[in-house]
């Protein structure tokens, strides 16, 4: 018999991808850290760094960066998924050596949400982890939980509005200059209440869960007679700018926060909120195999 032949188990093919997906991690992770620590992100061309407001500007792309080592810390829960604690652990004492929020960057609020308060939540979680289930990581002491609280203080200055949708930019140092874009995608408002309620338990202070709550409800409250979500709405008057519904970019996390926000707390309302759209994703957007774009008001007018 020829063992060439022999098909792999399941397990062995798990192994095989997982190692995969480690190695291409570790290349990435490794080449970021040599060459581009501790700006956000690694230009692979050239080996060097991107950082805001030095290397030339892509536009809107660039407002995910913040000079606040984006990269690292949106890699913390990798590291803790992967059982790489020792680099984990490594990882936030940099990120709690080298990391203030205090600059005059003006900030994408989704970005900055998801990625660094987001990554922040993780490692101070995957710490706790560490010391009270392995033994690990004694010496810490909230740090990542400080700088949560710190770059969430200054994210609030976004939900000051008449309708409490936040606006879609703030500047770390100085807040919100004045309302310049009155306008947010569903998803930038509606994507913000995980971190936001994780923060709120871990501190008890309810500031945080209430505003990123307030936020989801009115979106929801807004949704048409036909269940659905527009894509992009008015943020000072609270009408939709673009009604147009989509399970893709713009829209995609909004659902997504509704069914995870009721796993994190428990709320019943929270999955009537997923469940009542969900229901009508299908009805009015389901083609055949396809996923369609329509008209949250008139979905019959494809």
Same mark, same amino acid.
């Given at each position: 018999?020829? !063992?060439?032949?022999?098909?792999? #188990?399941?397990?062995?093919?798990?192994?095989?991808?997982?190692?995969?997906?480690?190695?291409?991690?570790?290349?990435? =992770?490794?080449?970021?850290?040599? =060459?581009?620590?501790?700006?956000?992100?690694?230009?692979?061309?050239?080996?060097?760094?991107? $950082?805001?407001?030095?290397?030339?500007?892509?536009?809107?792309?660039?407002?995910?960066?913040?000079? =606040?080592?984006? !990269?690292?810390?949106?890699?913390?829960?990798?590291?803790?998924?992967?059982?790489?604690? #020792?680099?984990?652990?490594?990882?936030?004492?940099?990120?709690?050596?080298?990391?203030?929020?205090?600059?005059?960057?003006?900030?994408?609020?989704?970005?900055?949400?998801?990625?660094?308060?987001?990554?922040?939540?993780?490692?101070?979680?995957?710490?706790?982890?560490?010391?009270?289930?392995?033994?690990?990581?004694?010496?810490?002491?909230?740090?990542?939980?400080?700088?949560? $609280?710190?770059?969430?203080?200054?994210?609030?200055?976004?939900?000051?509005?008449?309708?409490?949708?936040?606006?879609?930019?703030?500047?770390?140092?100085?807040?919100?200059?004045?309302?310049?874009?009155?306008?947010?995608?569903?998803?930038?408002?509606?994507?913000?209440?995980?971190?936001?309620?994780?923060?709120?338990?871990?501190?008890?202070?309810?500031?945080?869960?209430?505003?990123?709550?307030?936020?989801?409800?009115?979106?929801?409250?807004?949704?048409?007679? =036909?269940?659905?979500?527009?894509?992009?709405?008015?943020?000072?008057?609270?009408?939709?700018?673009?009604?147009?519904?989509? *399970?893709?970019?713009?829209?995609? #996390?909004?659902?997504?926060?509704?069914?995870?926000?009721? *796993?994190?707390?428990?709320?019943?309302?929270?999955?009537?909120?997923?469940?009542?759209?969900?229901?009508?994703?299908?009805?009015?957007?389901?083609?055949?195999?396809?996923?369609?774009?329509?008209? #949250?008001?008139?979905?019959?007018?494809?």
């Amino acid at each position: 018999v020829n !063992t060439n032949d022999v098909e792999p #188990s399941v397990d062995e093919k798990k192994s095989e991808y997982a190692e995969q997906a480690r190695r291409m991690f570790f290349h990435a =992770y490794n080449s970021y850290m040599m =060459y581009a620590f501790p700006a956000d992100e690694l230009m692979p061309v050239t080996c060097t760094g991107r $950082v805001r407001g030095l290397t030339p500007s892509r536009g809107e792309v660039d407002e995910a960066l913040g000079r =606040y080592m984006l !990269t690292l810390v949106d890699s913390l829960d990798t590291l803790l998924v992967m059982k790489e604690y #020792s680099s984990f652990e490594h990882a936030t004492k940099m990120v709690i050596g080298g990391l203030s929020f205090d600059t005059d960057v003006t900030i994408n609020l989704f970005e900055a949400n998801i990625r660094v308060l987001g990554g922040l939540l993780s490692g101070h979680a995957g710490l706790l982890y560490l010391n009270t289930n392995l033994g690990k990581a004694r010496w810490y002491s909230d740090e990542l939980l400080k700088l949560a $609280v710190d770059l969430a203080d200054r994210l609030l200055p976004a939900f000051h509005t008449p309708t409490g949708l936040p606006v879609p930019r703030v500047n770390l140092r100085h807040g919100v200059y004045r309302i310049r874009d009155n306008e947010t995608c569903t998803a930038c408002a509606g994507t913000l209440f995980l971190e936001f309620a994780t923060l709120s338990r871990y501190t008890g202070n309810n500031t945080y869960e209430d505003v990123a709550r307030r936020a989801l409800d009115y979106l929801y409250e807004k949704r048409t007679s =036909y269940d659905l979500p527009g894509s992009v709405m008015d943020i000072n008057r609270g009408k939709w700018t673009r009604r147009e519904t989509t *399970i893709g970019a713009g829209i995609d #996390s909004y659902f997504e926060y509704l069914m995870k926000g009721y *796993i994190l707390t428990g709320e019943e309302q929270l999955w009537d909120m997923f469940e009542t759209q969900y229901k009508a994703v299908k009805k009015h957007l389901m083609s055949g195999r396809f996923m369609l774009t329509i008209n #949250s008001a008139s979905p019959e007018a494809r």
